[in-house]
T-cell receptor, first 112, second 109 residues
């Protein structure tokens, strides 16, 4: 039972490049979210999903796209990377909105 | 803006002492959760308290919730060096969880 798997663990991008951060869970959880964590800022919600085909914006959605074609996968796409997107990105999933989230181990992204 | 704000931002105590951290939030909630994050790792769910509950226990953890004051507290009793971590509260109104900025706890052996 792998839980929530994020790839890659580390990534360096040049300004303007695009990329996709992968997130997969094997717990059949309906609810999935993407957060970014910056020093002194805690975790900020980027996008979330309440099931396959259903996504919505969080607190800081600009510059990011998501889709949820299957229950298992919830990729996060950076459209045109900017230095302000340098951060640690966490994916999390939950079976129900009143259950705790299971977090992945994170992707550390640097945009130069 | 952040929904939850933890207080204090940082806390340093001796092993064996109790650690108390607080969380204040702004809007009505369905439940409130506390998470722990060890340096460089993902967050780990500790405990959830629903809006109709006032107190909950799990091992050495005690959580209280005061919805009239929009605040919660996390008490860790008999702290250990292994409790050194950052602690975050997260509030949920519907489907999305909003996290606070965290309390950095350091337990000195």
């Amino acid at each position: 039972n792998a839980g929530v798997t994020q790839t890659p663990k580390f990534q360096v991008l040049k300004t303007g490049q695009s990329m996709t951060l992968q997130c997969a869970q094997d717990m059949n959880h309906e609810y999935m979210s993407w957060y970014r964590q910056d020093p002194g800022m805690g975790l900020r919600l980027i996008h979330y999903s309440v099931g396959a085909g259903i996504t919505d914006q969080g607190e800081v959605p600009n510059g990011y796209n998501v889709s949820r074609s299957t229950t298992e996968d919830f990729p996060l796409r950076l459209l045109s990377a900017a230095p302000s997107q340098t951060s640690v990105y966490f994916c999390a999933s939950s079976a129900r909105p009143d259950y705790g989230y299971t977090f992945g181990s994170g992707t550390r992204l640097t945009v130069v | 803006s952040q929904q939850g704000e933890e207080d204090p931002q940082a806390l340093s105590i001796q092993e064996g002492e109790n650690a108390t951290m607080n969380c204040s939030y702004k809007t009505s909630i369905n439940n409130l959760q506390w998470y722990r994050q060890n340096s460089g790792r993902g967050l780990v769910h500790l405990i959830l308290i629903r809006s109709n509950e006032r107190e909950k226990h799990s091992g050495r953890l005690r959580v209280t919730l005061d919805t009239s004051k929009k605040s919660s507290s996390l008490l860790i009793t008999a702290s250990r060096a292994a409790d050194t971590a950052s602690y975050f509260c997260a509030t949920s109104g519907t489907y999305k969880y909003i996290f606070g900025t965290g309390t950095r706890l350091k337990v000195l052996a």
